[in-house]
T-cell receptor
Framework: NAGVTQTPKFQVLKTGQSMTLQCAQD?????MYWYRQDPGMGLRLIYY???????DKGEVPNGYNVSRLNKREFSLRLESAAPSQTSVYFC???????????FGSGTRLTVV | KNEVEQSPQNLTAQEGEFITINCSYS?????LHWLQQHPGGGIVSLFM???GKKKHGRLIATINIQEKHSSLHITASHPRDSAVYIC??????????????FGKGTHLIIQP
C-alpha cells in the first residue's frame, strides 16, 4: 500500500514560472494538507482540505492555490513562482484523531 | 497560535545510551505527535498521544496535559536512530481538519 504519494520529488523553476505539485492518498482519509519546511523553522501549514470539495487557508497561503480534485487527490499550484517559495513541500492526510497523520515523501522545490 | 518548544536542538550520544527529547507547548491541546525525519527523507509518524504513555519497541512517549509537556525516550540507542525528531501539536481548524503546529526538531546523532 502506497500511503501518500507526491510528485515530483525534485523541481527547479525559474522565477515567474508556474507548476502544480500532485498528491494522492489511498487510505480513504477525509483530510489532506500541504505543509512547507524551511531550514531553522518548523513545518508550516499552507492549505488544507477537511473533506472532498472543501479547501481552506492555513498559516502561509500567499502565492499558492489548491484543488481537492476528489477524495484521493489534493494538488498545490504555484501560479508565479518566487525565490521565497524555495522549500521542501510535504503533503499529508489524516482521518481522525485516533489514526493520526501520514506524510508523503516530500517535493524539494528550488526557484531561481 | 500554539508555541511549540523542543529541547535540546542538537544531541550527540554514544550507542546504548538512554535518550530523552522534550517538548513543551503553550496552549492546551487534544493530541500531540512525535515524528521522525531522516536526512533528506520523508516524515514518519512515531506516536500520537492524548494522555499518558505509549511504547513501541525501544521508543517511549509520555505526555502531561496539565504541565503542557511531552517527552520522547529512546532506550538502548543505536546509530540507526540518528534522525531529526519533531514534536507537533494538533489543533482543530475552522473547517474541521486537524492541523499541526510543529516544533523545530531535535537533531539526534548516535555514535557507534
Amino acid at each position: 500500500n502506497a500511503g501518500v504519494t507526491q510528485t515530483p520529488k525534485f523541481q527547479v523553476l525559474k522565477t515567474g514560472q508556474s507548476m502544480t505539485l500532485q498528491c494522492a492518498q489511498d487510505m480513504n482519509h477525509n483530510s489532506m494538507y500541504w505543509y512547507r519546511q524551511d531550514p531553522g523553522m518548523g513545518l508550516r501549514l499552507i492549505y488544507y482540505s477537511a473533506s472532498e470539495g472543501t479547501t481552506d487557508k492555513g498559516e502561509v497561503p500567499n502565492g499558492y492555490n489548491v484543488s481537492r480534485l476528489n477524495k484521493r487527490e489534493f494538488s498545490l499550484r504555484l501560479e508565479s513562482a518566487a525565490p521565497s517559495q524555495t522549500s521542501v513541500y510535504f503533503c499529508a492526510s489524516s482521518n481522525d484523531r485516533i489514526y493520526g497523520y501520514t506524510f508523503g515523501s516530500g517535493t524539494r522545490l528550488t526557484v531561481v | 497560535k500554539n508555541e511549540v518548544e523542543q529541547s535540546p536542538q542538537n544531541l550527540t550520544a554514544q550507542e546504548g545510551e538512554f535518550i530523552t527529547i522534550n517538548c513543551s507547548y503553550s496552549v492546551g491541546i487534544s493530541a500531540l505527535h512525535w515524528l521522525q525525519q531522516h536526512p533528506g527523507g520523508g516524515i514518519v509518524s512515531l506516536f500520537m498521544l492524548s494522555s499518558g504513555k505509549k511504547k513501541h519497541g525501544r521508543l517511549i512517549a509520555t505526555i502531561n496535559i496539565q504541565e503542557k509537556h511531552s517527552s520522547l525516550h529512546i532506550t538502548a540507542s543505536h546509530p540507526r536512530d540518528s534522525a531529526v525528531y519533531i514534536c507537533a501539536v494538533a489543533f482543530r481548524t475552522g473547517g474541521g481538519a486537524d492541523g499541526l503546529t510543529f516544533g523545530k526538531g531535535t537533531h539526534l546523532i548516535i555514535q557507534p
